[in-house]
Protein backbone atom coordinates (compact mmCIF):
# COMPACT_ATOMS: atom_id res chain seq x y z
CA UNK A 1 0.00 0.00 0.00
CA UNK A 2 1.22 3.39 -0.75
CA UNK A 3 1.70 5.79 1.79
CA UNK A 4 -0.62 8.48 1.08
CA UNK A 5 -0.98 9.38 4.92
CA UNK A 6 3.10 10.01 5.11
CA UNK A 7 3.08 12.16 1.96
CA UNK A 8 -0.21 14.16 3.24
CA UNK A 9 1.74 14.60 6.57
CA UNK A 10 4.59 15.99 4.86
CA UNK A 11 2.66 18.41 2.77
CA UNK A 12 1.33 19.39 6.10
CA UNK A 13 3.94 19.77 7.81
CA UNK A 14 6.10 21.67 5.07
CA UNK A 15 3.27 24.03 4.65
CA UNK A 16 3.25 25.00 8.65
CA UNK A 17 6.54 25.75 8.62
CA UNK A 18 6.89 27.75 6.18
CA UNK A 19 3.44 30.05 7.23
CA UNK A 20 5.47 29.90 10.83
CA UNK A 21 8.21 31.12 9.50
CA UNK A 22 6.69 33.93 7.09
CA UNK A 23 4.20 35.05 9.34
CA UNK A 24 6.90 35.40 12.49
CA UNK A 25 7.02 39.38 11.60
CA UNK A 26 3.40 39.56 12.90
CA UNK A 27 3.29 37.46 15.86
CA UNK A 28 1.70 34.35 14.80
CA UNK A 29 3.31 31.21 15.44
CA UNK A 30 2.69 27.22 15.78
CA UNK A 31 -0.38 27.74 13.68
CA UNK A 32 -2.22 30.54 15.78
CA UNK A 33 -2.65 31.29 11.57
CA UNK A 34 -5.08 28.60 11.16
CA UNK A 35 -7.24 29.93 14.43
CA UNK A 36 -7.32 33.01 13.30
CA UNK A 37 -7.56 32.62 9.68
CA UNK A 38 -11.31 30.62 10.82
CA UNK A 39 -12.76 33.20 13.31
CA UNK A 40 -11.85 35.83 10.56
CA UNK A 41 -13.87 33.60 8.18
CA UNK A 42 -16.47 32.69 10.57
CA UNK A 43 -17.27 36.09 13.09
CA UNK A 44 -19.14 34.53 16.03
CA UNK A 45 -17.82 31.27 16.10
CA UNK A 46 -17.90 29.62 19.28
CA UNK A 47 -14.26 27.96 21.08
CA UNK A 48 -15.84 24.21 20.49
CA UNK A 49 -16.91 24.71 17.24
CA UNK A 50 -13.40 26.04 15.75
CA UNK A 51 -11.36 23.15 17.48
CA UNK A 52 -13.37 20.62 15.78
CA UNK A 53 -12.95 22.86 12.38
CA UNK A 54 -9.22 22.30 12.74
CA UNK A 55 -9.33 18.78 14.56
CA UNK A 56 -7.45 19.94 17.54
CA UNK A 57 -8.36 19.19 21.20
CA UNK A 58 -10.15 21.99 23.30
CA UNK A 59 -6.71 22.76 25.53
CA UNK A 60 -4.70 23.24 22.28
CA UNK A 61 -7.74 25.42 21.18
CA UNK A 62 -7.70 27.26 24.14
CA UNK A 63 -4.29 28.36 24.59
CA UNK A 64 -4.00 29.25 21.04
CA UNK A 65 -7.51 31.85 21.11
CA UNK A 66 -5.79 33.01 24.87
CA UNK A 67 -2.57 34.20 22.87
CA UNK A 68 -4.30 35.48 19.92
CA UNK A 69 -6.85 37.74 22.28
CA UNK A 70 -3.79 38.80 24.19
CA UNK A 71 -1.89 39.62 21.34
CA UNK A 72 -5.01 41.60 20.38
CA UNK A 73 -6.21 39.71 16.93
CA UNK A 74 -9.76 38.68 18.60
CA UNK A 75 -12.07 39.03 21.14
CA UNK A 76 -14.38 37.34 23.25
CA UNK A 77 -18.25 38.66 23.27
CA UNK A 78 -20.94 37.29 25.81
CA UNK A 79 -23.50 35.52 23.35
CA UNK A 80 -26.86 37.93 24.24
CA UNK A 81 -29.03 35.15 25.18
CA UNK A 82 -26.20 32.63 27.10
CA UNK A 83 -23.56 34.67 29.09
CA UNK A 84 -21.98 31.11 29.83
CA UNK A 85 -21.01 31.22 25.75
CA UNK A 86 -18.00 33.29 24.36
CA UNK A 87 -18.13 34.01 20.86
CA UNK A 88 -15.16 34.61 19.54
CA UNK A 89 -14.58 37.80 16.82
CA UNK A 90 -11.49 39.21 14.75
CA UNK A 91 -10.34 42.62 15.57
CA UNK A 92 -9.03 45.66 13.34
CA UNK A 93 -5.77 43.50 13.84
CA UNK A 94 -6.36 40.55 12.63
CA UNK A 95 -8.41 42.50 9.59
CA UNK A 96 -5.41 44.06 8.40
CA UNK A 97 -3.50 40.52 8.53
CA UNK A 98 -6.02 38.70 7.38
CA UNK A 99 -4.95 39.47 3.48
CA UNK A 100 -2.04 38.23 3.97
CA UNK A 101 -3.01 34.89 5.24
CA UNK A 102 -5.11 34.16 2.66
CA UNK A 103 -2.93 35.64 -0.40
CA UNK A 104 -0.06 32.84 1.70
CA UNK A 105 -2.86 30.56 1.28
CA UNK A 106 -3.89 31.36 -2.42
CA UNK A 107 0.12 31.51 -3.30
CA UNK A 108 0.26 27.88 -1.51
CA UNK A 109 -2.50 26.41 -3.47
CA UNK A 110 -1.17 27.63 -7.02
CA UNK A 111 2.06 25.96 -6.19
CA UNK A 112 0.64 22.64 -4.40
CA UNK A 113 -1.41 22.45 -7.64
CA UNK A 114 0.77 23.37 -10.40
CA UNK A 115 0.35 21.05 -13.38
CA UNK A 116 -3.05 19.90 -12.27
CA UNK A 117 -5.59 20.16 -14.83
CA UNK A 118 -8.80 21.93 -13.57
CA UNK A 119 -10.71 18.08 -13.54
CA UNK A 120 -7.49 16.89 -11.48
CA UNK A 121 -8.34 19.68 -8.76
CA UNK A 122 -11.40 18.61 -9.10
CA UNK A 123 -10.98 14.62 -8.44
CA UNK A 124 -7.90 15.20 -5.29
CA UNK A 125 -10.42 17.99 -3.55
CA UNK A 126 -13.08 15.62 -3.72
CA UNK A 127 -11.02 12.63 -2.85
CA UNK A 128 -9.30 14.06 0.52
CA UNK A 129 -12.54 15.15 1.69
CA UNK A 130 -13.37 11.37 1.91
CA UNK A 131 -9.95 10.85 3.59
CA UNK A 132 -10.93 13.11 5.86
CA UNK A 133 -14.29 12.04 6.49
CA UNK A 134 -12.94 8.91 7.10
CA UNK A 135 -10.47 9.87 9.24
CA UNK A 136 -13.03 11.99 11.37
CA UNK A 137 -15.29 9.28 12.11
CA UNK A 138 -11.88 7.22 14.30
CA UNK A 139 -11.03 11.23 15.86
CA UNK A 140 -14.24 11.62 17.10
CA UNK A 141 -14.13 7.79 18.93
CA UNK A 142 -10.49 8.31 20.39
CA UNK A 143 -11.84 12.15 20.93
CA UNK A 144 -14.45 10.62 23.85
CA UNK A 145 -11.33 8.79 25.33
CA UNK A 146 -11.63 5.38 23.75
CA UNK A 147 -8.62 3.07 22.21
CA UNK A 148 -8.96 2.11 18.09
CA UNK A 149 -8.36 -1.73 17.29
CA UNK A 150 -5.86 -2.40 15.14
Known sequence: ???ILR???MIARSLDSISNIE???YDLTKGQYLYL???????????????????????????????????????KKEDAVNKKIKKL??????STVYPILKREGDHSDRVALAGFSEEETEILFHL?????????VDWEYVKKGNKRNY
Open 89 to 94: FPTDKA
Open 37 to 75: VRIYENPGIIQEKLAEMIKVDRTTAARAIKKLEMQGFIE
Open 128 to 136: LQRVRKNIE
Open 1 to 3: MKE
Open 23 to 25: FKE
Open 7 to 9: EMG
